[in-house]
């Protein structure tokens, strides 16, 4: 487990333990029964004219797995859903980068992949909000937009002939992210869904769950004012004005938080789960610096094996 | 000296000649690495993390756009041995096995599948107690595997030699010093193809094929023994994933 | 299989490092004993169900009581590995005698590996000492022992160390002293190999009662080990192996590497307590003292020389370099300046068992009781040793041996125990074996294993041989042999056609003794470990198993027989044109005698093809000869004798020197021909793993006793080379018929023995061969009575690509070690032969006193030593009553001439004399031969 390398006293291990294990038995049979590893055999049934998906190899006439994880089977299609692995892009994924470097018309991006993707000049909104064609101007100007490290939300335009990545961001909703943390965590943990922008009411802050593993926890924008503040002849009046609560920064430390220990302990992270866990931490009085203390993370071990009992117990009632 | 005693039969360690040292393989141990993976076989402790597929830092190395590029470095720590002495980075010992490791791992990476990337893979030797190499491609086996990178097959390795007249398997410091003759077999166990052989001594071709036999026979063993390591972590990552 | 708890050990080494290791405990070490269910079926079981009890013995048991645990009395022993451990270590001869009882099947010896078993290994304590630590161990082990079979066998743990002892009892252990087990055996006799404990309890005083004067210190204490070796590593001690002067016991030299030459020790009490072979410490003494060396002999009785064979060699010539010392005068400190140490601490200990009798003693009253003896070993190195027993009357006029145990700074001879009696004084089965056992001699028949080796007897020539493409059909070829007389194991044939260019293709086949011998098989292992025969008058020792020796490697006449051969194509000037190496198969057409070939040539009447093959061979081995002699190589000569045999009694009818005909030079010349030739060959192939013979050229100090003789009868020498050397013996003539004979005779006891050697261990120039002033020289002609010349067979038909190398020459330290123990088993096989021929002479003439002629070779203060040269013997004569030194002889070193001042009777060196020979026995069953001046 990546990162969870934390000093436990006795019964803390013993209860992290016992937790672990609850967890094991809750998964459903099939999913320890399908799970692969290099070089494993995929049984298939031959006649079926089966597709080799994904992590798969033909070998000797044997389906041969290529990669650690979990054979996925569709229709005739037959794969392996890798686990721990780079991002894996799909078109239409929404995603978060930082800007690494600023090429002729183009922003390249880190985003967990295996090559930097590229976010070109033309397809993103100018700040102007107008359609039209980029001139030289625009593109001396490109430092105005994003320089170096900036952190970007963006979406999956596709691969380009030579192979490249390519992003997109020509929504209101894509552009710089500002005033919030930027957590990383393995891409598998992240679920595709409609939503990926969440706007927490209560909290005054937006959680984007990048499809790429980045997720950002920021003071919540409203859209349109973004493109305001930028502008060059408020900057002295805005810094004072645009002050961030000092409430809506425990709120985002919290939430970053917990969502640093809902993926060292390998859980899926949805908005529910990454909620409850701030929720829990707050009503339980968890400073929060200590959430990344030992005790936290076993009482969130324990109540996520709880969640899951339950709903187990729940499904098989309705059954 | 008696590297096999002739009454008892065992080695110095108290193994029998064709007895491994006990494996320990465990992955995930770098919060920063891609893949990870700390491998030991007896007292030989070594470490191997993963970086990538990621943009190739330096485009003068890529020979080949279409394949990603695997590097790899590997380092004696300094206080892996008994004394504790400065080593100097690159020197000629590092720099072969570095270049062993990388092309033994080459074999098995399916590099067509990263094309535009580069694969680093770093190992280092936290404790030296004989059998450093094979412990390397060991744990960068298992580390590739924890990174998800697709591998054609395990690749493993174990060394054998031959002394006092018996095979033995696995040697350690000791018996490694000895100056007999020392085989580094590396092997793609599920397609039985050797990838790595190494032997700077003179051994007569019957005696070789009977040391190369059971140094395949240990990297068998090892196989089975990653295979485990990597199927309980995926398992396990499964079922917590929920 | 692997047990999973792993134990860590940290030892210290030399800088202060921290080296950790792994040791893994093991559940798959099992018990051995015959009846237990609990352990695997399939494991090796030895110890007897119907044992009265399951002995563990402790490591002191095992060091010190080991001819105990040899006799067939002491069974069902269990032996701890970490007990062998501590043997190996501090007693390897030892430990390889334990070895040899635990793979003998026969004995119910098992080995269990207590430090590899998770439930007896022992972690060290904090403060315990590795011998406390060891101790516990093996009361660890008895205990699992105890509880793992169960309460219906009794183990019992043998130790003489009381503590040990108490502490096992109080564990619940049965535990009895050695002593008190044999007791309880009650087979009284056993007792006598007890070896009573020298830690300073009852035993010793006892001892010392004998004689109460002698109870001071009589040598300086050891220095201790750290000492020791911090001396060493200044400077102030030299290390190395000490060797006791053959000849005179009081004498001894240390070869060191520190000072690159051999320390000289003089006299018991600087010796120290050291034996022949131990490693030692050496302190030099102060140069001044370095020439007082004739005061420490005339501190101990000086012993009397006896009558020997003539020596063949250096090596065989007392050492004598006290006389080269006293003849000084001007011209001394060249030779003077050995230096002269005294040891002040021994390394490592060469204790062994030593063949010999009990000094002649009064039988004491009461004769029942334990009685103390002196014994005097047969090897004049050993000093006396002082026994105890309970059966002194039995022993008094055996040979028996003994071994030592101990020697104590108050005692002025060390203690040792009865190992075993051989037979009676003077019988000549009983003399003969224990000059076999004095050289280490093994006659053991042949085991199992070896003789299965051995190919299917009867056997003859299969088509599977005829057919294999290295190996040529030579049956067509009139191939014959020559040996001595009654020789049953003829490996050498010759053969010799006139071809039609009017050269000669000569071949010399040699028996091809490693088609049956396997390398690694147990009959080459054998074969390896006992490196020659042994000839013996009257008896012969084979290397080889009998099957081999006398009928399939022997190449017999009219019959079909392997052969390796080395065919030249010769000129009639006998210039070798080519030469080929062949395995072949030869049919012999006759085995003829010395005698036969010579009388065959002679007879002029005679001139069929096989006779004439003889003249041709004859002719061109006279042209070899006469080159080699060009070139330099020395004829020596010896004086070896022959016995004719009652074929009754085996006692010797009548003794003659051996005669040496032109058809033994003619044999000899091919075989040295044949010999350089395969040497050159496998030096060509294989530089660094050939096995080669060599002769290193004399010193000038060898020489030097020779050039003093020759010099006193105005005889020059030229010694500075072999050539040179060769000549001058060539030229020394006089009107006396048998005086060239006589130089060279004195010429070749200078000369030291050849020895083999690995071509890798050494560079080209020391591969010389001096006597035969050949460059390179080997063994290859005689394969089934030396093992050297199977090896060089091996390599010949590796380099011939028949065969592959076996593994072994590629290890060179090895290598090495075969050359070595071929030295020490040639060497010995030499010593035992003329230690037999000097039994039988002495057997000889026990009923015939003989008047003969004898020639004075050395001459001393008292008396001269002659040499018979009938007989081949050699002994002291005295002109003085014994004990008194000299007196009113006077010695002239320089002409080599005892006067008597105011007569004119004086005797100089190669004077001859009559003498009178006749067996005496000064002590009742001790004869000796007797030289008296007529």
Redesign the interface.
């Known amino acids: 487990m990546k990162g969870l390398h934390l000093s436990l006293n006795q019964t803390q291990r013993v209860r992290l333990d016992t937790a672990l294990q609850e967890l094991q038995s809750l998964a459903p049979a099939a999913a320890s029964a399908a799970a692969v590893t290099v070089a494993d055999t995929i049984p298939v049934n031959q006649e079926d004219n089966i597709l080799k998906g994904h992590g798969t190899v033909d070998q000797d006439g044997e389906v041969v797995a290529t990669l650690c994880g979990v054979v996925e089977r569709v229709n005739k299609l037959v794969y392996v859903r890798t686990l721990q692995a780079r991002y894996k892009p799909e078109v239409g994924d929404i995603i978060v980068g930082r800007v690494i470097e600023i090429a002729p018309k183009r922003w390249r991006l880190e985003i967990n992949f295996s090559q930097d993707a590229v976010l070109m000049l033309s397809s993103m909104n100018l700040p102007d909000g107008i359609q039209r064609r980029r001139t030289a101007v625009d593109e001396l100007n490109m430092r105005g937009i994003f320089v170096e490290n900036d952190v970007i939300c963006a979406e999956v335009r596709g691969f380009q002939h030579d192979g490249s990545l390519h992003l997109q961001a020509r929504s209101e909703k894509y552009g710089k992210l500002e005033r919030g943390q930027l957590l990383t965590v393995p891409p598998y943990l992240v679920k595709r869904k409609k939503q990926h922008f969440h706007h927490l009411m209560q909290y005054n802050v937006d959680l984007i769950l990048g499809c790429n593993g980045f997720i950002w926890v920021g003071e919540h924008v409203v859209v349109g004012e973004k493109t305001k503040t930028t502008g060059d002849q408020q900057k002295s009046s805005t810094e004072a004005e645009n002050f961030t609560p000092l409430e809506t920064r425990k709120h985002i430390c919290r939430l970053a938080n917990a969502v640093r220990v809902l993926s060292a302990l390998g859980f899926t992270l949805t908005v529910e789960l990454i909620i409850e866990t701030a929720e829990a931490s707050a009503s339980s009085n968890v400073e929060i610096n200590d959430m990344l203390g030992a005790e936290f993370y076993v009482q969130t071990a324990e109540r996520e094996a709880k969640r899951r009992a339950d709903l187990l117990r729940k499904k098989n009632g309705a059954r | 000296m008696e590297y096999v005693n002739p009454l008892t039969g065992f080695r110095v360690d108290g193994r029998r000649p064709n007895e491994m040292r006990q494996l320990k393989g465990e992955v995930g141990v770098v919060a920063r690495a891609d893949g990870s993976a700390l491998f030991e076989m007896g007292n030989t402790r070594v470490i191997a993390a993963v970086y990538g597929p990621r943009e190739i830092q330096n485009r003068g190395q890529q020979v080949n756009s279409n394949e990603a590029l695997v590097r790899c470095e590997y380092r004696m720590a300094e206080f892996s041995t008994g004394d504790r002495r400065r080593k100097p980075k690159g020197d000629r010992r590092s720099t072969e096995i570095s270049l062993v490791i990388r092309q033994t791992m080459e074999a098995s990476i399916l590099t067509h599948l990263m094309p535009r990337s580069q694969i680093d893979i770093f190992v280092q030797v936290l404790q030296a107690d004989g059998g450093t190499r094979s412990a390397c491609i060991n744990a960068a086996t298992l580390a590739l595997a924890d990174a998800g990178i697709p591998m054609r097959d395990i690749v493993t390795s174990c060394s054998a030699g031959y002394l006092c007249s018996t095979p033995l398997l696995d040697l350690n410091y000791i018996e490694d010093s000895a100056g007999g003759p020392d085989v580094t077999v590396g092997i793609l166990t599920k397609m039985d193809k050797v990838t790595l052989l190494q032997m700077d001594a003179k051994l007569p071709m019957d005696t070789f094929e009977n040391v190369m036999e059971l140094a395949i026979e240990g990297c068998k063993a090892i196989a089975t023994y990653i295979r485990e390591v990597l199927l309980e972590n995926t398992k396990r990552l499964e079922c917590q994933r929920g | ?2 047990q ?1 708890k ?1 134990f ?1 050990k940290k030892t210290k080494q030399g ?1 202060i ?10 559940d798959d070490v099992y018990c051995g004993f015959v009846p237990c269910s609990a352990c695997d079926a399939a494991a090796e079981r030895k110890l007897d169900a119907a044992a009265a009890a399951i002995l563990v013995v402790d490591t002191n048991v095992v060091l010190h009581q080991i001819d105990l645990l040899e006799n067939p009395a002491i069974e069902d022993v269990v ?1 701890l ?1 970490v007990v ?1 451990d501590e043997v190996k270590n501090k007693n390897l001869a030892v430990f390889n005698r334990i ?1 040899a009882l ?2 003998n099947k026969a004995r119910r010896f098992y ?1 269990f ?1 207590n ?2 078993h998770r439930d007896t290994y022992v972690k060290d304590m904090v403060g315990e000492s590795s011998n406390d630590r060891n101790d516990r161990a093996i009361r660890v082990a008895a205990c699992w022992y105890q509880s793992h079979l169960g309460e219906s066998t009794k183990v019992l743990l043998i130790t003489n160390d009381r503590d040990n002892k108490r502490k096992a009892i109080e564990e619940g252990l049965n535990a009895e002293t050695v002593e008190s087990y044999v007791r309880s055996l009650a087979q009284p006799g056993l007792l006598d190999l007890v070896v009573v404990p020298t830690s300073g309890d009852v035993t010793m005083e006892d001892a010392e009662d004998h004689r109460p004067s002698k109870k001071k210190v009589i040598y300086n204490e050891h220095k201790p080990m750290s000492e020791v070796t911090s001396g060493l590593r200044c400077g102030i001690y030299h290390q190395g192996k000490l060797r006791v002067n053959r000849y005179n016991p009081f004498e001894a030299y240390v070869g060191s590497e520190s000072i690159g030459d051999e320390i000289v020790i003089h006299g018991r009490s600087n010796m120290n307590r050291a034996f022949d072979g131990d490693i030692v410490a050496v302190e030099l003494l102060p140069q001044d003292q370095w020439h007082e060396s004739k005061s420490f002999i005339a501190d101990d009785d000086e012993e009397e020389e006896d009558v020997h064979l003539a020596p063949n060699s250096a090596d065989d010539a007392p050492r004598n370099t006290s006389s080269t010392q006293s003849t000084v005068g001007s011209s001394a400190p060249s030779v003077s300046s050995r230096p002269i140490g005294r040891v002040v601490g021994i390394i490592k200990r060469n204790w062994n068992s030593y063949c010999g009798s009990l000094e002649p003693m009064p039988m004491p009253a009461g004769s029942r009781g334990v009685a103390h003896a002196l014994f005097v070993s047969k090897d004049r190195r050993i000093p006396k040793i002082r026994i105890q027993t309970r059966q002194l009357e039995n022993l008094v006029n055996k040979r028996i041996i003994v071994a030592v145990d101990s020697w104590d700074v108050l005692s002025r001879y060390p203690s040792g125990h009865y190992v075993r009696t051989i037979g009676d004084i003077g019988d000549k089965e009983t003399e003969t074996e224990v000059v076999l056992i004095e050289n280490d001699i093994n006659t053991r028949p042949f085991s199992t294993q070896v003789l299965a080796c051995l190919p299917p007897l009867p056997w003859t020539l299969s088509l599977e041989d005829l057919s294999n493409p290295n190996r040529q059909d030579l049956r067509h070829v009139r191939v014959f042999s020559v040996d001595p007389p009654g020789c049953r194991d003829i490996d050498d044939a010759l053969h010799c056609t006139l071809l039609p260019n009017g050269n000669f293709e000569v071949g010399v086949h040699i028996a091809d003794v490693t088609n049956f011998v396997h390398p690694g098989t147990p009959l080459d292992e054998e074969a390896a470990q006992r490196g020659t025969s042994v000839y013996l008058v009257g008896q012969r020792i084979d290397m080889l198993p009998k099957p081999l020796t006398e009928d399939v490697c022997s190449l017999r006449a009219d019959v079909e027989r392997l052969a390796f051969s080395v065919i030249w194509e010769m000129t009639p000037d006998a210039d070798i044109i080519s030469t080929r190496y062949t395995k072949s198969v030869i049919k012999s057409c006759a085995a003829m005698s010395y005698v036969e070939a010579q009388a065959r040539m002679d007879d002029s009447r005679l001139v069929d093809p096989l006779t004439v093959d003889l003249r041709n061979l004859n002719s061109l081995a006279k042209i070899m000869r006469q080159r080699r002699c060009e070139r330099g190589a020395l004829t020596l000569a010896s004086a070896e004798v022959k016995f004719e045999i009652d074929s009754e009694t085996h006692d010797p009818l009548d003794i003659g020197m051996y005669q040496i005909r032109e058809a033994n030079q003619m044999i000899e010349e091919f075989m040295l021909a044949a010999n350089i030739s395969v040497a050159e060959k496998i030096l060509k192939y294989f530089p660094l793993c050939s096995l080669l013979r060599r002769h290193p050229s004399p010193t000038k100090e060898m020489l030097e006793p020779l050039l003093r003789t020759a010099s006193s009868v105005g005889l020059n020498l030229d010694v500075s080379s072999s050539k040179a050397l060769a000549e001058s013996l060539d030229n020394a003539k006089s009107n006396d018929p048998y005086f060239n004979k006589l130089i060279r005779i004195l010429a070749t006891r200078c000369m030291t023995q050849a020895v083999y050697f690995c071509s890798g261990d050494l560079t080209f120039s020391e591969y010389y061969h001096y006597g035969l002033a050949a460059s390179l020289y080997t063994h290859f002609t005689s394969p089934i009575r030396r093992y050297a010349d199977v090896v060089v067979h091996r390599l010949l038909a590796a380099a011939l690509d028949i065969a ?1 190398l076996p ?1 072994i020459f ?1 290890d060179g330290p090895q290598l090495t070690g075969i050359a070595d123990n071929l030295n020490y088993r040639h060497r010995n096989a030499q010593m035992a032969s003329r230690a037999s021929v000097e039994l039988h002479t002495l057997i000889y003439f026990r009923t015939r006193p003989t008047d003969t002629e004898a020639r004075i070779v050395k001459v001393k203060a008292n008396g001269f030593i002659v040499f018979v040269p009938k007989f081949g013997i050699e002994g002291p004569i005295y002109l003085t009553p014994r004990g008194d030194k000299g007196g009113d002889w006077v010695v002239d070193e320089v002409h080599q001439r005892v006067t008597k001042p105011g007569t004119n009777i004086s005797y100089a060196v190669l004077q001859t004399v009559r003498i009178h020979m006749e067996v005496v026995e000064p002590q009742p069953h001790r004869p000796k031969l007797q030289l008296t001046l007529i």
């Open positions: 299989m692997l999973s792993s860590v800088r490092q921290k080296v950790v290791r792994e040791h893994y405990l093991r032996l590995s062998l070895k635990c793979t080995v590996a430090e590899q592959k593994p590629q």
